[in-house]
């Protein structure tokens, strides 16, 4: 018993392992150091950057997933105004056409408005041409047929035989004027009448 003592003390070579010595308490005090250095500086900084990291991911997932969402909604939103963009160029078109149509129909009235507007106007003054022409030639008429009956005679005509184929001429142009005929046939009236009044006249200076 007392050489096993002294061996322990003296640290032979045959020391017992289950008894700590010097050497493993300092490594025991080392290791507990180092690992409190390690816990308390170490490891939160590390532990927050984990964390930092993580909550980066996150938010990048979320921020993704949103705009996943608001990428869906905008092509929805996308689709919505094509489709309301179509039925506008439709109706747009059916409102052009239709306006068109309404606007040839407007422009075809007008058109055959003044038509017949620059029908009734030609007529008119086709008329007061006509009628004209018709005083012209009735103030002309009892000098043509003076002078065809001279001319037929080959001899002037009396101041008495004169009047009286005016008169007749003016009576002849009065009641052409009260019956209604073209111009042409009134044209050929007055013709007939004036070979008439140079007939007469010539039986008159025979007799």
Known sequence: MSGTTEMLAGGGGNQN???????FIFELLLFVLVFFLISRFIVPPIRRALEERAE???????????????????????EETLHEARGSASQIRDEARAS???????????????????????????ADQRTRVRQDLQG???????????????????????????????????????R?????????????TAASGSGAVTGAEDG
């Open 17 to 23: 392992f289950l008894l700590p010595n010097g050497t």
């Open 56 to 78: 980066r991911v996150r938010r990048t997932q979320r921020e993704k997933e949103e705009a996943e969402e608001q990428y869906a909604a905008a092509e929805r939103r996308h």
């Open 100 to 126: 068109a149509r309404g606007t040839a129909e407007e422009l075809r009235g007008q058109a055959e408005s003044e038509v017949a507007e620059v029908r009734q106007r030609g007529e008119r003054e086709l």
């Open 140 to 178: 002309q008429l009892p000098q043509l047929a003076t002078g065809l009956a001279e001319k037929i005679l080959g001899r002037p005509l009396s101041g008495d035989h004169s009047r009286t184929v005016d008169e007749y001429v003016t009576s002849i142009d009065a009641d052409s004027n009260g």
């Open 180 to 192: 209604s005929g073209a111009s042409s046939s009134g044209g050929r009236e007055t013709a007939g």
